[in-house]
């Protein structure tokens, strides 16, 4: 009993932490309705501020840096890593979050991730990637606590973070402006009535929400270390808090994370005592978030608290595709042509492209067609290569086949995730998809019991006798494996029109606009999702074979939670809704060919996330049809110009403007 | 019994908000070919007749179609079996061409739907039939066009296509004549005729007096949820209850 003790108060640590960034991501909610993804990454930065300037007394800025004579004092540098953590906040409220206060759902969620994944890129820049130590605001000590010595640490963590959540509670329950920013989430207008700018008001929240948030982390970190992942990631757990939270009650967020910060350090006992199993040691902890989540979700899904200002998730248009036989020739053969023309690193860069435009593809299906925001693409990737290593290996599966098979295993899995989309949808269901796929990677791509570290071989594809392996000798990027990436891409991407053009496209287009309507219509709406997901899974899947097959092995990194928020970056970059975008998200996503090229001629990999992250920020503002749809807008545009009048124009009847409203 | 193998039929339908009872204990008919009006003031109840009946409120009670129990049926199983519905703000699928927003009403799509998509020839007939629902309200021609560049009435009458279109046993119309003008009133009006003499019940609520008591053959009257008059449109004009119902305005003088 006395071990149990010990661990519940060690989980209090972790739990504090939580309180941080969940009060922090309550804040921001409630005064803008904008869940945001990022809130971990920028209370990282204050505490990788802090822990730098108690290194070498260095005040590192996004650009330049300070160097003071001595390092600062614990507190000061504290105060520092908290201010500019503070400065982030203001500098992301104006930049990022003010432009999308009124755009569509999912412009808001890439908004948030693309801020996210720009942090961190920058924390890996200007801090380096490595894990770093942090100095303890704290002192260690024990207490007695009921005749048991637990560490007093980690209690005296608690204590602060239930202090400055209290003052958040006070600042929302008792000052006008708290009560105000309570009103502008139930009403805007009744905040403006109240005399406060709804956006004054956000900028406070978002300023409280980073000291706050970031408290926690400098806490935190100090008992765990700091690296560009970590703390990034833990927002995915404050964000199950937020929604048993209902996303408002700072009381139920200070119990909610106390109780699972404890939780998953009891779990990470029970792990380790010889009658757990043994499959199931890694990533456990990672599990219950996930479980918290849905419980929540399947008890209290409906009556999640949405905005009272009503966002329709307004996507760009879907141009129906068709198969044009000439251009689709050209460009097949174009990407024979340069694949020709390549090889080695380049080849696999373009190899790699195409392969990364199937993963696009996928986020298309589901989010640009049906309209649901999935975070967890990847991991219908990583579980099709994960299966193709074992069908490969174990069961001798022939090539063209085991892809079949392991994309549908992915399917699979992506109709058994589509559940949860027939409660909730939009930013909750990103909070979903990114906690399955946290889940996915660490209970089963970094299960050593499940995925040994010694690899997980694939064996090499072949084709009637021939070999279509990516290396032979000393050939690192074999055409013929190019060639099959090709064909097989072409495959999908011909199956994808077909089906976007036909009954099953339409369906999704209707669910996406308007379910209700749709329903009324006699389309079965959870049917419709549960076909997105799982042919979205497939085609990721797809992907993720041919992943499997590049490497000749399965690897844990290519299937990550991050790369896939990059993809979902760059797809949404090239444009959501279409094929087009996804080609171009192909060509520049992550390990694609213009990757390639930054990295071999430019010796800029490091700055390739940054530059995505920054641009998906810019695009989610300004452009949300992204470049496919902005190349596509200019041809009409310069088709309109050429032409010297357009063909008839649809005999549409006299349009009366109709003032009706009942 | 032989009367209620057709049409639509509800027993003691009843809808609770919380305290409110949205709808108590409503009774309600239409037969195939039949044109019936529901009116009644605003918050009478007309609307969330309507979602009861076709599944979009939980709601107590039978509800008959073609004489086989519907109720506790999910909305889209309800349109399936012919009993569809319009809305008063339209819903269409914003994005979609008007062609297709009918298409996706007759094609459902489903997992059947992907292998013929993937393998199978195109279906020229949906055109026809699009076309058909189309030209039974006055709009043959936009089919091209996206239903987000259409006008409000317009919108709605695509909804009224999208309703018709596949296989209605019955038609529930939501206020598809609000904002239309008294000419497009009296053509519309002409409309629900023809779609009556197709086949398919009508059941049309609706503000306009003029085309509600021009075209209905028998009228139900609500008033706090409750049904407080069912007859044909020349009773209802003299009925004190109608009367009193709307606002103490003579009938006749509504008509005017």
């Given at each position: 009993m006395d071990t149990y003790l010990q661990f519940i108060v060690l989980g209090l640590g972790l739990g504090a932490v939580y309180i941080g960034l969940t009060t922090g991501l309550v804040l921001v909610y409630r005064a803008t309705g904008i869940i945001n993804f990022a809130q971990g990454a920028m209370a990282m930065w204050g505490a990788y501020v802090f822990a730098q300037l108690r290194i070498d007394g260095t005040l590192v800025l996004p650009i330049g840096r300070i160097t003071f004579g001595a390092k600062p004092v614990i507190l000061v540098a504290a105060l520092i890593g908290v201010l500019m953590s503070v400065l982030l906040g203001i500098v992301a409220h104006y930049l990022v979050f003010r432009p999308v206060r009124h755009a569509p759902v999912l412009a808001q969620v890439v908004v948030s991730v693309a801020l996210m994944l720009t942090l961190q890129a920058l924390v890996v820049i200007r801090f380096g990637p490595n894990s770093i130590v942090v100095d303890s605001l704290v002192p260690a000590g024990t207490v007695t606590l009921f005749g048991v010595e637990v560490s007093s640490r980690e209690l005296i963590m608690t204590a602060v973070m239930i202090a400055l959540a209290a003052?958040?509670?006070?600042?929302?329950?008792?000052?006008?402006?708290?009560?105000?920013?309570?009103?502008?989430?139930?009403?805007?207008?009744?905040?403006?009535?109240?005399?406060?700018?709804?956006?004054?008001?956000?900028?406070?929240?978002?300023?409280?929400?980073s000291a706050v948030g970031t408290v926690g982390v400098l806490l935190g970190s100090s008992l765990t270390g700091l690296n560009p992942a970590?703390?990034?990631l833990l927002v995915v757990p404050a964000l199950a808090v937020l929604l048993v939270a209902r996303m408002e009650s700072i009381g139920v967020v200070v119990a909610a994370s106390l109780v699972l910060g404890a939780f998953q350090s009891v779990v990470n006992l029970l792990v380790s005592k010889p009658w757990w199993p043994q499959w199931a040691q890694s990533g456990v902890d990672q599990v219950i978030p996930f479980v918290v989540v849905m419980v929540i979700l399947f008890l209290f899904g409906r009556r999640l608290p949405s905005r009272g200002t009503l966002q329709t998730v307004r996507l760009p248009d879907v141009h129906v595709p068709r198969i044009r036989p000439v251009p689709a020739l050209v460009l097949v053969a174009a990407a024979v042509a340069v694949l020709a023309l390549t090889q080695d690193t380049y080849r696999f860069g373009v190899t790699y492209s195409i392969i990364l435009m199937l993963v696009a593809l996928s986020y298309v299906i589901v989010t640009g067609y049906l309209g649901q925001i999935s975070l967890a693409q990847t991991s219908f990737a990583g579980a099709a290569g994960f299966t193709l290593s074992k069908v490969t290996t174990n069961w001798d599966m022939p090539f063209p086949l085991a892809i079949l098979f392991c994309s549908l295993v992915a399917a699979l899995l992506g109709m058994i995730v589509a559940l949860p989309a027939f409660r909730i949808r939009g930013a909750q269901l990103a909070i979903v998809t990114i906690a399955a796929a946290l889940a996915i990677e660490r209970f089963v791509f970094n299960n050593y019991a499940l995925t040994p570290p010694s690899g997980n071989p694939i064996a090499n594809p072949s084709l009637f006798g021939l070999n279509v392996g990516v290396r032979e000798g000393s050939d690192l990027s074999r055409m013929a494996f190019s060639l099959t990436v090709l064909v097989v891409a072409v495959l999908v991407v011909l199956a994808f029109v077909r089906l976007a053009s036909g009954t099953t496209g339409r369906m999704f287009l209707a669910v996406r606009a308007n379910e209700r309507a749709a329903a009324s219509v006699g389309i079965d709406v959870r049917?419709?999702?549960?076909?997105?997901?799982?042919?979205?899974?497939?085609?990721?899947?797809?992907?993720?074979?041919?992943?499997?097959?590049?490497?000749?092995?399965?690897?844990?990194?290519?299937?990550?939670?991050?790369?896939g928020l990059q993809i979902l970056a760059v797809a949404y970059l090239g444009g959501i809704t279409s094929f087009g975008g996804a080609v171009i998200a192909g060509i520049i996503g992550p390990l694609g060919i213009i990757y390639v090229v930054l990295h071999e001629v430019f010796d800029m990999g490091d700055y390739y996330a940054l530059i995505s992250g920054i641009a998906l920020i810019a695009t989610a503002i300004l452009n949300p049809v992204g470049i496919a749809g902005e190349t596509r807008r200019q041809i009409a545009w310069l088709r309109g110009k050429l032409r010297a009048r357009p063909a008839d124009p649809p005999p549409v009847p006299d349009r009366k403007v109709l003032s009706d409203v009942s | 019994m032989s009367a209620e193998q057709h049409g639509l039929r509800t027993s003691e339908l009843s809808v609770r908000y919380g305290g409110l009872v949205a709808n108590d204990r409503v009774e309600l008919r239409v037969e195939p070919g039949e044109i019936v009006g529901l009116i009644g003031p605003n918050g009478a109840g007309k609307t969330t007749f309507v979602d009861a009946v076709t599944g979009f409120t939980t709601a107590e009670g039978e509800v008959?179609?073609?004489?086989?129990?519907?109720?506790?049926?999910?909305?889209?199983?309800?349109?399936?079996?012919g009993l569809s519905r319009t809305w008063q703000a339209g819903e269409l699928f914003g994005n979609l061409t008007v062609a297709q927003n009918i298409e996706v009403a007759v094609a459902h799509g489903g997992f059947g739907a992907i292998v013929r998509d993937l393998f199978g020839r195109r279906r020229a007939s949906l055109g026809e039939t699009v076309t058909a629902a189309l030209r039974t309200v006055g709009l043959d021609g936009i089919e091209d066009t996206v239903t987000r560049d259409l006008s409000l009435g317009q919108q709605k009458l695509v909804g009224v296509a999208r309703a018709l279109a596949g296989n209605g046993q019955v038609v529930l119309l939501d206020e598809p004549a609000a904002g239309l003008d008294s000419q497009e009133s009296l053509e519309f009006a002409e409309r629900v005729r023809g779609i009556a003499r197709g086949g398919p019940g009508v059941l049309l609520i609706d503000h306009d007096m003029s085309l509600v008591l021009?075209?209905?053959?028998?009228?139900?009257?609500?008033?706090?949820?409750?049904?407080?008059?069912?007859?044909?449109?020349?009773?209802?004009?003299?009925?004190?209850?109608?009367?009193?119902?709307?606002l103490g305005v003579p009938m006749e003088s509504a008509h005017a």
């Open positions: 003052l958040v509670w006070a600042y929302l329950r008792f000052t006008r402006a708290g009560v105000a920013t309570r009103a502008a989430s139930e009403n805007e207008r009744g905040a403006m009535l109240m005399g406060f700018a709804p956006d004054r008001l956000a900028g406070v929240a978002m300023v409280l929400a970590n703390y990034t049917t419709a999702k549960v076909i997105g997901f799982g042919l979205s899974a497939f085609v990721a899947g797809m992907a993720g074979c041919l992943i499997g097959y590049s490497a000749g092995q399965l690897s844990a990194e290519s299937f990550t939670v991050f790369v | 008959f179609l073609g004489g086989q129990r519907i109720d506790g049926l999910p909305p889209h199983q309800r349109r399936r079996r021009g075209v209905c053959d028998r009228i139900y009257v609500m008033e706090f949820g409750k049904v407080i008059f069912t007859g044909t449109p020349a009773q209802a004009r003299t009925d004190s209850r109608v009367i009193a119902a709307y």
